[in-house]
């Protein structure tokens, strides 16, 4: 089956560093990334769409200045969160598709951010 | 209105106990319709796709209204194992909506 990693699965940072995750598709080419958060007993949150060599399309609402986005190729995608602040902490999924819509969508195991 | 409705619970069901999960959503358009498992502090993960004839899957069972625009999943002889967040999630026009999740815990 499709697989999907994410590093790191979990990190705890100062209030004003940026903090990078990295998204891959081990197995398949990932057309399309998308990126999303989920707070305690929340839904899954989309912040993003991310395609290979294009920019990023952000869901309203999410800073793209502050959630950086980098698709540089078929199997890797990147989020950095920059000048994190504690309300930044997350649960941070990412998850691939080899086409153009999230309804075939392989999701990576996650990365908890806790920023103290 | 939330585009995707559920009843977070939580359930709480003995071992064996027949459980079922309802999720509704406003947009009639949608056309394509899921129910994903997540585990606590892990990814959600594809249960099954929910068809408009209504799918078996061994214990797991989902139905489609769409005319009322209503998801249910009925788990039978529910195990231990069970114990997880159920997501209802709606898609369609390049857009995919997931519900806050119903938390079920099956006790022995």
């Known amino acids: 089956g499709a697989v999907v990693s994410q590093h790191p699965s979990w990190v705890i940072c100062k209030s004003g560093t940026s903090v990078k995750i990295e998204c891959r598709s081990l197995?398949?080419?990932?057309?399309?990334m998308f990126w999303y958060r989920q707070f305690p007993k929340q839904s899954l949150m989309l912040m993003a769409t991310?395609?290979?060599?294009?920019?990023?399309?952000?869901e309203q609402g999410v800073e793209k200045d502050k959630f950086l986005i980098n698709h540089a190729s078929l199997t890797l995608s990147t989020l950095t969160v920059t000048s994190a602040h504690p309300e930044d902490s997350s649960f941070y999924i990412c998850?691939?598709?080899?086409?153009?819509?999230?309804?075939?969508?392989?999701f990576g195991p996650g990365t908890r951010l806790l920023v103290l | 209105r939330k585009e995707v409705e559920q009843d977070p619970g939580p359930f709480n069901v003995p071992e064996g106990a027949t459980v079922a999960f309802n999720c509704t959503y406003s947009?009639?358009?949608?056309?394509?319709f899921f129910w994903y498992r997540q585990d606590c502090r892990k990814e959600p993960k594809l249960l099954m796709s929910?068809?408009?004839s209504g799918n078996e899957d061994g214990r797991f069972t989902a139905q489609l209204n769409r005319a009322s625009q209503y998801i249910s999943l009925l788990i039978r002889d529910s195990k231990l194992s069970d114990s997880a967040t159920y997501l209802c999630?709606?898609?369609?026009?390049?857009?995919?909506?997931f519900g806050a999740g119903t938390r079920l815990f099956v006790k022995a």
């Open positions: 998850s691939a598709s080899p086409g153009f819509d999230q309804e075939t969508q392989y």
């Open positions: 197995d398949f080419q990932a057309t399309t």
């Open positions: 991310s395609n290979e060599g294009s920019k990023a399309t952000y």
């Open positions: 947009n009639s358009a949608s056309q394509s």
């Open positions: 929910v068809y408009s």
């Open positions: 999630v709606v898609a369609g026009g390049f857009k995919t909506i």
